[in-house]
């Protein structure tokens, strides 16, 4: 058989590169299809996560009122929505291709940095809480002592003592029970330790996150930038939450993200809502740390005995007494939800570190396997 002519054959493999080509066409738009789906599916997820935490009462499906924001219990399912939204930008990140996106790879080189600043911040939340236990622990001090009956002087000044000492901690600035400046922290969590400089401040941490925080020109990193500012977004509820040293971190470091996507629109309805509370409280207290829900309540009704205390003559007249007495259950009431709540906050806080761990370890292993540009 007669080998075909020259043109046949080049003919030929013009057909088969053609194919190849078809092929690998349809292979790279079968895997950028892919990661629209994700990246659709992973912002949806988001907008729903973050516009539920400010469903109102009558808006819920559930019959029970929602929880106040900034209250203990708000603030757990915040963190719940943050390992929520964490898992299912593992979807994203197992679609892109970082050897195509000089940019995808700049962009989770800075969420490296914002995780370890994000680490630093978990640490302060959670001294944060044990000073917010101390607090607890003074108002039951002053609960104890109002209860007895008859009500004495020895009573009411062991009381005013300790509702004097609770409401300078309350609006503390991130001083110890010594009234000294902390000069380092840690973030081990129970491993090894490392300490930061006296000069770290939560609120600049959250100010360098947020500072570089723009959205990318392609659609590669947009995933990234997403789950980016979720984190930023609660790392920055909680510094304005929790006192840590930080009284000034809603005016240093607002989120600007793009209005028309709702799961941005849904982040600063957060923001503003936070915003509300910071200004509703240096309304009502003159400024202080910490928006915790019960924080503030536990202010109100502490200064509200403190003043008792302070115009108290013995025996007391018996409509004051009776009066103040509904005070003194709702503090009781109070220190009562903290005792649970802060010690499962704290837990939760807790596994946020650890998550964040691992996060960074998948994106080094991901970088790691791109190949060099």
């Known amino acids: 058989m007669s080998p075909p002519p020259e043109h046949q054959g080049s003919s030929f493999l013009r057909r088969i590169s053609i194919r190849r080509n078809q092929i690998v066409s349809m292979d790279a738009t079968h895997e950028h299809q892919q990661q629209l789906e994700e990246l659709d599916y992973f912002q949806k997820h ?8 400010l469903l109102s009462p009558s808006s819920a499906e559930s019959s ?12 757990k399912n915040l963190l719940d929505v943050y390992m929520s939204c964490e898992t299912e930008f593992k979807g994203v990140l197992s679609t892109v291709q970082i050897s195509k996106s000089p940019s995808l790879e700049k962009a989770l080189q800075e969420t490296l940095d914002r995780i370890l600043k994000s680490l630093d911040i978990c640490n302060a939340v959670s001294n944060g809480i044990d000073s917010v236990t101390q607090s607890r622990r003074l ?27 609770l409401l300078a901690g309350l609006n503390a600035d991130g001083r110890d029970s010594n009234n000294r400046r902390s000069t380092s922290r840690s973030w081990s969590f129970g491993g090894s330790s490392c300490h930061v400089s006296k000069n770290w401040s939560a609120a600049k941490q959250i100010h360098a996150m947020a500072g570089n925080l723009v959205p990318p020109r392609g659609a590669e990193a947009c995933g990234v930038y997403v789950m980016s500012s979720v984190m930023v977004l609660v790392m920055w509820v909680l510094v304005a939450a929790v006192p840590c040293g930080a ?56 200064l509200s005995l403190l003043e008792f205390t302070e115009r ?15 005070k003194v259950e709702e503090m009781d009431e109070i220190c009562r939800g903290m005792e649970v709540g ?27 396997q791109a190949p060099c540009f």
């Open 46 to 53: 988001v907008s729903d996560c973050l516009s539920e935490l």
């Open 64 to 75: 029970q009122p929602s929880d106040p924001i900034l209250s203990i219990p708000w603030l």
């Open 342 to 368: 802060l010690e499962g906050l704290q837990r939760q806080v807790r596994v946020v570190f650890h998550r964040l761990v691992r996060s960074r370890l998948e994106i080094v292993s991901v970088l790691d």
């Open 247 to 302: 009284s000034n971190v809603l005016a240093a470091a607002p989120l600007q993200l793009p209005k028309h996507q709702s799961w941005a629109s849904a982040a600063l309805n957060i923001q503003e809502r936070v915003g509300e509370e910071m200004k509703g409280k240096e309304k009502r207290f003159g400024g202080g740390l910490g928006l915790m829900e019960e924080m503030q309540r536990m202010e109100r009704v502490g």
């Open 312 to 326: 108290f003559r013995f025996p007391g007249e018996e409509e004051e007494v009776e009066e103040v007495a509904e």
């Open 139 to 165: 108002a039951e001090i002053a609960v104890t002592a109002l209860k007895k009956r008859p009500l004495c002087d020895g009573a009411v000044r062991r009381a005013k003592r300790a509702l004097t000492s």
